[in-house]
């Protein structure tokens, strides 16, 4: 599997205030299945339709692109369990006291940012969300500017979703061609422009066009490699191992 990362951010803040169904585009004489985590269904579906017709223009060929979106993780188990995914587009590569006070006042703990957004914004459980912040504007684009305030960190974090042909997958399905185009696409103007109109901070904004430009928060954005964290092969064990952090912060029923 050939892993890259759809280097658009992804910045923290706070707002106050399933293999699910699939996506499909376009009659096709090829398919292609993306499977990928769930804050990203508004997305995928202008990008799947701006490619196919992309596609169509450069090869004459219909092609009709099914995603799939659940928790980052579940997906990644049903690839791994046989789901014949050609793309995979994912959220991860694979002081405790203070954290555990913070969960203590979680009313509900989702399994994954969707979900967490859905509890908050139409279910109105809790006073704050911690959220990605493409999550808390698509939800004030939905439901106004008068319905939540959004605080913006001075420092968050900065999340590089990986993308990755599934070699063995795309090769038997004779999609290892168009996986890869459809993944090269994403950092095209056109993919880069799809990417910010659902809030996602583009990687080139410098090629996108004038009048498709969003502006973003100005933030110091730290990543995974910074040294506070030691990148994915020491924060992965340390903080989701057993006896990890989160094992640690998290204890149902308290």
Do not use: C
Not at 214 to 238: E, S
């Amino acid at each position: 599997m050939r892993l890259s990362k759809f280097s658009f951010a992804l910045s923290a803040f706070v707002a106050v205030a399933s293999l699910a169904g699939m996506i499909e585009v376009g009659h096709a004489d090829q398919t292609l299945l993306n499977v990928s985590y769930d804050p990203t269904r508004e997305l995928y579906k202008d990008y799947n339709a701006a490619f196919a017709a992309h596609w169509k223009a450069q090869t004459g060929e219909n092609v009709t692109i099914r995603s799939s979106h659940g928790g980052s993780g579940k997906q990644a188990r049903s690839v791994i369990d046989g789901v014949r995914a050609d793309v995979v587009t994912l959220a991860l590569e694979s002081d405790i006291d203070a954290i555990a006070e913070l969960f203590r006042h979680v009313p509900v703990l989702d399994t994954g940012a969707r979900g967490a957004t859905t509890t908050f914004v139409q279910r109105q459980l809790g006073d704050v969300l911690l959220a990605w912040e493409n999550e808390a504007y698509l939800s004030v684009a939905e439901f106004g500017d008068d319905a939540f305030d959004i605080v913006v960190p001075p420092q968050s974090i900065l999340a590089e979703p990986p993308v990755a042909v599934v070699d063995r997958n795309a090769e038997e399905n004779g999609t290892t061609k168009l996986a890869t185009a459809y993944l090269e696409y994403l950092y095209s103007p056109e993919g880069q422009a799809i990417a910010a109109k659902h809030f996602y901070r583009p990687s080139r904004p410098e090629i996108i066009p004038a009048n498709q430009q969003r502006k973003f928060p100005d933030l110091t954005l730290v990543t995974i490699d910074d040294p506070i964290f030691g990148g994915w092969a020491k924060a992965q064990p340390y903080h989701f191992g057993d006896g990890g952090t989160f094992d640690q912060i998290y204890k149902p029923g308290k």
